[in-house]
């Protein structure tokens, strides 16, 4: 079983739809979560990153964590064009040594104008 | 502008050369790091340097030779790569390599390599 588990998508959503990114992972260790977004041919961009179970807002971004079933989420609201790129979730642990940061696959979004 | 620059950008090569891939971070972090990004495939970490001293070396080619002369600057020297090795090389940085609160990691744009 693979640490983090991440639908490759593509997701195509039309604009101004809300947009839901999910991962899972099988190691309870986690402690600290990201989100980054990566457009084509660019290096991945953090976005968000929470710390412990519940939400985090950001404008139009809320990052969500639930430990007890191992998954978190990203929220897009109102999602335009320009957020068209693919999206990574990370994680990372202090308890299960050092320099473990765990990437998923990444879910590509489209957003249609 | 991102506080992690890396060049080239892009780069083609072929089976027989040698070149180098340069990382610069204007962060103020202690630990750097080489990541390679295929596609469908997920961040496969490479190598991390924490003040300098190399700590994880994560099963990779001997072909593949990092060097970090100080805590800003990281470089990936390239000799006699085979195809498999065009992807993306992302540089990275954060505060320590502890991982958690506080050690948000950050890219650079990556250099595209080709390896013809």
């Known amino acids: 079983q693979k640490e983090v588990e991440q639908d490759p998508g593509p997701l195509s959503v039309p604009e101004g739809a809300i947009v839901s990114l999910n991962c899972t992972y099988s190691?309870?260790?986690?402690?600290?979560f990201m989100w980054y977004r990566q457009y084509s041919r660019k290096g991945p961009e953090l976005l968000m990153y929470?710390?412990?179970?519940g939400n985090k807002e950001d404008g139009r971004f809320t990052a969500q964590v639930d430990k007890s079933s191992k998954y978190i989420s990203l929220f897009i609201r109102d999602s335009q064009p320009s957020d068209s790129a693919t999206y990574l979730c990370?994680?990372?642990?202090?308890?299960?040594?050092?320099?473990?940061?765990?990437f998923g696959t990444g879910t590509r979004l489209k957003v249609l104008a | 502008e991102t506080g992690v620059t890396q060049t080239p950008r892009h780069l083609v090569m072929g089976m027989t050369n040698k070149k180098s891939l340069k990382c610069e971070q204007h962060l103020g972090h202690n630990a750097m790091y080489w990541y390679k990004q295929s596609a469908k495939k997920p961040l496969e970490l490479m190598f991390v340097?924490?003040?300098?001293?190399?700590?994880e070396n994560n099963s990779v080619p001997s072909r593949f030779s990092p060097e970090c002369p100080n805590s800003s600057h990281l470089f990936l020297h390239l000799h006699t790569l085979q195809p498999e090795d065009s992807a993306l090389y992302l540089c990275?940085?954060?505060?320590?390599?502890?991982?958690?609160?506080?050690?948000?990691?950050?890219f650079g744009e990556g250099s595209w390599l080709t390896v013809v």
């Open positions: 190691n309870s260790a986690f402690q600290y």
């Open positions: 990275a940085s954060s505060q320590d390599g502890l991982g958690g609160v506080g050690n948000t990691i950050y």
């Open positions: 340097y924490s003040l300098e001293e190399r700590v």
């Open positions: 929470t710390y412990s179970s």
């Open positions: 990370a994680m990372s642990s202090t308890t299960s040594g050092t320099y473990k940061y765990i």
